[in-house]
């Protein structure tokens, strides 16, 4: 019933810039949060950041802070974001989540290589 998809993720040199897409379809009436997690290979997923949807408040992890920002597009259920400064150690499947009344749902990730 509900469908997350992401898109933005490629091969960047360290230091280099991204941005991330992540468009909410299906049975959504009202959004509550979205979030962005990653995972790397061997490592436990980790939580990247999240905004709400009324006052689009927001929230990182303190690795990402100051480098990356979240941001939304409420007319059309989408979340962004913008990498910056990125680091080897940023290698990782990035997911996406929503939070609706009905439940928690799930993107298949996309996935963002820093390599030189």
């Known amino acids: 019933q509900v469908q997350l998809v992401e898109s933005g993720g490629g091969l960047v040199q360290p230091g280099g810039s991204l941005r991330l897409s992540c468009a909410a379809s299906?049975?959504?009436?009202?959004?509550?949060?979205m979030a962005w997690y990653r995972q790397a290979p061997g490592k436990e997923g980790e939580f990247v950041a999240a905004?709400?949807?009324?006052?689009?408040?927001?929230d990182y992890a303190n690795s990402v802070k100051g480098r990356f920002t979240i941001s939304r597009d409420t007319a059309k259920n989408t979340i962004f974001l913008q990498m910056n400064s990125l680091k080897s150690e940023d290698t990782a499947a990035y997911v996406c989540?929503?939070?609706?009344?009905?439940?928690?749902?799930w993107g298949q990730g996309t996935q963002v290589t820093v390599s030189s």
């Open positions: 299906g049975s959504i009436f009202s959004i509550y949060t």
């Open positions: 905004i709400s949807w009324g006052g689009g408040s927001t």
């Open positions: 989540t929503v939070v609706l009344p009905t439940g928690r749902y």
